[in-house]
């Protein structure tokens, strides 16, 4: 009997709302080289260019919407919460807000989110809904010049480890939804999962770096296999 569940998801899962995934065939991100845009060094070389690639991001989320997988996981986490049946955790490694606009009490952004500016001079983060290439004056400590996107951008320490690790170790399922099974600490969660005892399930479109670590893999477009997922736990209820 599942009780503990921790759900994983990744690019893949957004793809079907018309948001690019990461590694496109070409190993650029929308046209860039992950170097020029995801990391401390590309923000300290090109400051512009890394704001105004992100001002994109974060505009272009006005124009999608969640599709069916994300639907279905905030589904599946009302009825969790709703019959008590246990402890359920959503962590993404998505910086776009479609888990959120679905719908979730327990969702923990690890790589950070486009809605949200850090300050480096003050290290208040808050959200934020326009762009940063203007310069803006921090909302906490007053200060201009000082905001940049709250992403952690390679070769930084992900958000929310401690919580993270936690609650792997108490889960008997874990599944994981469009991802891609390269970035860590990420992909290391599958071996944390069975390391507790967890069952371990993967949904890809294609199977992915980590599928020989899964109990399980299921491979398809998530907006397909998601929901027809959580209607199967649901229907074991
Ligand atoms: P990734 O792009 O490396 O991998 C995406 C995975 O999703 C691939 O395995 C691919 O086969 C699969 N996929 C593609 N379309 C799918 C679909 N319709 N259904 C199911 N699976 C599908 O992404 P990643 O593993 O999340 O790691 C990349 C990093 O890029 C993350 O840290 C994330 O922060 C960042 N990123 C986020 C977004 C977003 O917020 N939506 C978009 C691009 C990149």
Redesign the pocket.
Known sequence: MVRNIVIL?????????G??????ADGL??GHRVEDV?TPEAFRRNPALVQTFYDQ?RAFLGQVVPNA?HLALARLEAQWRERGLGEFLLV?????D?HDRAGHNRLLH???E?NSALCTACGAARPWRGPLIDDPACPACQRSGSLRPD??WFGEMPYHMDAIGDALSRCDLFVS???????YP??GFVQWAKDAGARTLE????P??GTPMFDEARH????T??PAWVEEMLGAL
């Open positions: 998801t990744g690019a893949g899962i957004s793809a079907e709302s948001v690019p995934t990461f590694r496109a991100w929308e995801a991001r997988a993404t490694q998505n910086v776009d479609l690890m790589h950070g486009l992403i952690v939804i469009g991802t891609s099974g390269a970035v990420a992909a949904l890809n479109l294609e992915s770096a398809g477009p998530a907006g296999l998601v």
